[in-house]
Each structure stands twice: as C-alpha cells, then as structure tokens.
C-alpha cells in the first residue's frame, strides 16, 4: 500500500520526493487542490469512498496519516 500511495503522490506532484518523512502540506508539497486530486484517485485505486468529514489536512499529511484513513475506509 505504502509503494502506491508514493506512486500516487509522485504522480501528482513529480517535483517532490514523497518518500521523506516530512508533512507534506506544511512543506508545501501537496496543496489543497492536491487534496482533493488524491482523493479521487485514493478512491478510484482502491474502489472506496472517503467520507467529506475524512477530508482534512491531518489525513493527507505523511504517508502514515494516508495509510491510516486507507485502513479506517476498509483498505489492507
């Protein structure tokens, strides 16, 4: 899961390195459109639906917090 939530992330914003342990929205990594972006394609990779209220910056942060929301929406 880890290896496609990077490939995901890379994909969205290639000029980073998402695989540092940083939070990537107050590095400015990833912004709120981006956000929204990843949403889409976390719930088309894994055929699950984020609830709105799960849209907050924390859930998208670091590769754990996305791994987190993934697990609470079913994903292993």
Excluded: C, H, W
Excluded at 11 to 19: A, G, I, Q, S, V
Aim: charged residues 30%; proline residues 3%.
């Amino acid at each position: 899961m880890k290896e496609q939530i990077i490939e995901i992330l890379t994909n969205l914003r290639p000029e980073f390195d998402f695989t540092e342990d940083v939070d990537f929205i107050e590095e400015g990594m990833i912004d709120s459109l981006d956000v929204v972006n990843l949403v889409a394609e976390l719930e088309l990779t894994y055929n699950i639906n984020i609830d709105g209220f799960d849209v907050v910056p924390e859930n998208f942060s670091t590769i754990d917090n996305i791994m987190k929301l993934l697990s609470k929406n079913g994903v292993k």
